[in-house]
C-alpha cells in the first residue's frame, strides 16, 4: 500500500501521498473516514507523519523514515519562528508558527503544529499506539 490520505491539521486539507514516488494529490475532503496522518506544506516544504504496521513512519524530501523513542528531536522556538530537528535523520526545517494559534481557546498548540505534535508526543506509549496500524 504505497497511497495514504493524510490530513493537514492546520487547515483541514487532504492529501494523496505515494509514499514511493512522492506524488501527490491535494483535496478539499476527505476519501475516507478515521485517522490519516498529518501534514506540513508552505512553499518550501512538505513534511508528513502517517501510520504504518510498524508505527509512525515520516516522509520528507522523498524519503521515509521511521520514529522511536531512541531518536533526538528538538523544536526551538523563537518568537514566530520555529526550528524542528531530528539529529539522526540530520532533518532541520525551518517554519512559521501557525497563523492558527490562539484562534480559539479550545485548541492546542499540537492541533495545529504537527512538529509541536512529534516533539511533545514520541517519548509516549499511546503516541505509537496512535501511529500503527492494526491488522
Known amino acids: 500500500m504505497n497511497m495514504i ?20 494529490e491535494f483535496l478539499e475532503k476527505p476519501i475516507s473516514k478515521g485517522f490519516k496522518g498529518s501534514y506540513f506544506r508552505d512553499k518550501n516544504t512538505f513534511f508528513a507523519i502517517y501510520p504504518t504496521m510498524s508505527g ?4 520528507y524530501k ?7 523513542k531512541k531518536l533526538t528531536i528538538i523544536l526551538k ?3 514566530i519562528n520555529r526550528n524542528f530537528k ?8 525551518n517554519y512559521i508558527e501557525s497563523k492558527y494559534m490562539g484562534i480559539d ?15 511533545q508526543n514520541y517519548k509516549e506509549d499511546n503516541f505509537y499506539n496512535k501511529f500503527t496500524l492494526k491488522k
Do not use: Q, R
Open 77 to 79: 522556538v523563537d518568537g
Open 56 to 59: 509512525p513512519h515520516i516522509f
Open 105 to 119: 481557546s479550545w485548541s492546542e498548540e499540537a492541533d495545529v503544529d504537527v512538529f509541536y505534535m512529534i516533539a
Open 86 to 93: 531530528i539529529i539522526e535523520y540530520d532533518m532541520d526545517i
Open 5 to 24: 490520505e493524510i490530513k493537514n491539521i492546520e487547515i483541514y486539507e487532504y492529501c494523496l501521498l505515494n509514499t514511493v514516488t512522492g506524488d501527490k
Open 62 to 68: 522523498d524519503v521515509n523514515y521511521g520514529i522511536d
